[in-house]
């Protein structure tokens, strides 16, 4: 997977958990998202980033909303 698809499919994991939690404002989805993205810098296999970054996003997002 190249960078730029890379990017564009966290960009869609955006979208995607920014309509299944509109509760939660979208800058924070962003945030969330993009924290975790960045967790998976140092990583060598690219091909399933954007899949664990949206898993792990919806863990943390669920946390915040389960008060």
Do not use: N
Not at 27 to 54: C, K, N, Q
């Amino acid at each position: 997977m190249s960078v730029d698809e890379e990017r564009r499919q966290v960009e869609l994991v955006v979208d995607r958990l920014a309509v299944e939690h509109a509760d939660v404002p979208r800058h924070a989805v962003e945030r969330i998202v993009h924290d975790v993205h960045a967790a998976f810098d140092a990583g060598v296999v690219r091909d399933f980033v954007p899949l664990l970054v949206e898993r792990s996003a919806k863990r943390k997002i669920a946390a915040l909303t389960s008060f």
